[in-house]
């Protein structure tokens, strides 16, 4: 099985995972220019991720260790997130209520999004929770898990 | 009463930014100036100034990935707490139909300012908003009403009610409208984004997989 690891704090990594240190990245914000979707279909203005692009897309799962602002994610996994869209198409189409982006892969990663952050109550704790499960609904990975850290196996360490 | 707009825009202050046009059509509404500021394009201390000046801030934002964009989040994780009597109200325009896609973070923004000590006005949701930005003198419906809303805030000190209700429909695809949208899928990807496409000499390029490693 093919691993992506994406991390914001520890040295949670597994064994022949390609992992990337969100630290050591220099992600650049999107400008909302669509030059991804309509100038140069699937590549984005900015070079600085395509290293992540191929693991992310040839991936089987991708796990997460986000470290929460404000019972968010950090401004820096949202440049993430938001660097994502050329991995889907422009074409929409509709269900469940909703709008969906086509995808542009065959396939994307199940989910395992580990947090390190102390909610004070419920309520926070599910607008987070519902704001992961959405994004990767959208983002058509087939399983998502959101779970605190303390239920992370931690896998190996480096 | 002193209100200044935040425009969340990436673009910032300029003709193309739907949320800028947004911005200006509310504070074209209101009878006293109100600046319209941009998170992306201006010096944060002289926002965070700006702010501490203000007795109301409203924020206008486009939704990215469902929330807003990673730039006016870290802007707003660096929002000053209210000296005590300011209110804060938050639009989020998206370009899907459904009002649902900005629902999450709507909620989130109300907790965050009230935490800060604000009194928030409401976490507005407007969808339907993909073109403004392209062809905006289609949308002059919508930008008078937030002419409109705008002087409304400015009477009142409010959201209107009326207003965020309308803006917000549908909140939800119905089956009814589901089965229309995907009925319009051709005709609207051969009128939009393929039209784009092929003036841009990248129809044959459209589904690309460039990150795809062949095995």
Known sequence: MKLIVIREFGNYTTT??????????????????????WKSPGICIHNDLEDFYRGYVGADKAIFYAKLQEGFISSKMKSLFDRMIPLFLPYTSFRDGG??????????????????????????????????????????????????????EKGETE | MKTIILNGSPKGNVENCGSYILARAFANGMSTPCEVFSIAKENRESLMEAIRNADNVIVITPNYIHSIPAGTLDFLYALPPSKGNQTIGFIIQAGYPESSESAIICRYLERFAKRLGYTVLGAIAKGECAGLAIVPERFKKLQNDFSEFG????????????????????????????????????????????KILKTNNCYEKRFDMPYLEKN
Request: proline letters at 5%; one cysteine or more.
């Open chain 1, 99 to 152: 709008t969906f982006h086509a995808p542009r892969y065959p396939q994307y990663p199940n989910i395992e999004f580990y947090y390190d952050y102390d909610f004070k109550n419920e309520e926070d704790l599910k607008i987070f929770s519902d704001y992961i499960y959405k994004v990767f609904k959208q983002f058509y990975s087939p399983e998502i898990k959101v779970l605190h850290i303390s239920e992370s």
């Open chain 1, 16 to 37: 022949d995972a390609l992992c990337f240190d969100m630290e050591k990245l220099n992600i650049k914000n999107c400008i909302g220019c669509w030059t991804c979707w």
């Open chain 2, 151 to 194: 002087a409304l805030f400015e009477q009142t000190g409010r959201f209107d009610e009326s207003f965020i209700s309308k803006f917000a429909k549908p909140v939800c695809l119905t089956k009814f409208q589901t089965r229309m949208l995907n009925a319009s899928v051709p005709i609207s990807n051969y009128l939009g984004w393929n």
